[in-house]
């Protein structure tokens, strides 16, 4: 079982979904987390259910969310990823009660009518989506000034940042949480900056 007592000990586990041994590290991470929390791992989703749900949407999912999809389902990767009846388009949520809804900004509005969702963050509000056309990532952050902004190229960043903070919680007996969740924060900063770690977890 995957445990952490030392910064070295956390793996990336892919540069992109698909890489050689992508499964078996993803996996790792992914069954020692369910084990931490006495979880039962989830069924992939098959290809056939992958395609109701674009054609339901109207458009297609980034290619590495698909794939990781149809090899650990809707697993926890430390942040909720959405069953496919509540993925939606963002636009569609606050279309019948809009006085409800955030007062976007101009910004905001120039990519709200492409973004679906797909992931929530922490139960809070806020979610992941990916734009419909350049299948980048977005995070929605009820909480901020301009609610909508960019976060990530392609999904396999953002699926790879939620494995590498999820492994501060598999520290050793001897270590402590802070230490963990450091570690695991020093890894992602150094892979996507310091700016996307502001703005995803503070």
């Known amino acids: 079982m995957l445990e ?26 992914i069954e020692a987390f369910a084990g931490t929390w006495e979880e039962e791992l ?8 992958i395609t109701a749900l674009e054609t339901r949407l109207g458009t297609t999912l980034p290619e590495g969310l698909n794939l990781f999809y149809q090899t650990f389902g809707l697993a926890n990767i430390g942040e909720e990823l959405q069953d496919f009846d509540q993925m939606e388009w963002m636009k569609d949520i606050w279309a019948d009660n809009p006085e409800n809804g955030p007062e976007f900004t101009s910004k905001d509005n120039e990519v709200l009518p492409y973004l679906v969702t797909f992931s929530n963050y922490i139960g809070n509000g806020n979610m992941f989506c990916f734009h419909s056309e350049t299948k980048e990532i977005y995070l929605f952050d ?44 020093e890894v992602v900063e150094k892979l996507f900056g310091a ?5 995803w977890k503070y």
């Open 4 to 29: 952490i007592n030392d910064k070295e000990d956390i793996i990336i586990p892919f540069g992109k979904i698909g890489d050689k041994n992508w499964k078996i590290k993803t996996g790792q991470i």
């Open 42 to 49: 989830k069924t992939p989703i098959s290809a056939a259910e």
């Open 142 to 185: 009820h909480d901020s000034g301009s609610y909508i902004n960019k976060m990530f190229n392609i999904a396999d960043d953002y699926i790879k940042g939620c494995l590498i903070f999820a492994q501060a919680e598999l520290y050793g007996e001897d270590i402590d949480q802070e230490d963990a969740d450091e570690w695991s924060e």
């Open 195 to 199: 700016d996307t770690i502001k703005k």
